[in-house]
């Protein structure tokens, strides 16, 4: 089983840019990047908090198995 980051769908829901999400949880736009590609083999558990207060989600929303 594979979990994906369904980060791109959530941003496109709040119309918000990778460069606005990256400044509100403290990481780098590149970084944004890879979730958003799946590039990355795992997320902090504090990162995605971040993420999730930023965007006004539950991780859920983010977070999908395949």
Do not use: H, W, Y
Not at 6 to 28: F, N, Q, Y
Not at 33 to 61: H, M, N, W, Y
């Amino acid at each position: 089983m594979q979990i994906v980051v369904r980060l791109d769908v959530m941003l496109a829901r709040r119309k918000m840019r990778s460069r606005e999400l990256a400044a509100l949880v403290g990481i780098t736009e590149q970084n944004i990047s890879l979730l958003k590609s799946g590039k990355v083999k795992g997320i902090r558990f504090e990162t995605l908090a971040r993420i999730c207060e930023a965007l006004d989600c539950q991780p859920g929303d983010l977070l999908e198995a395949e």
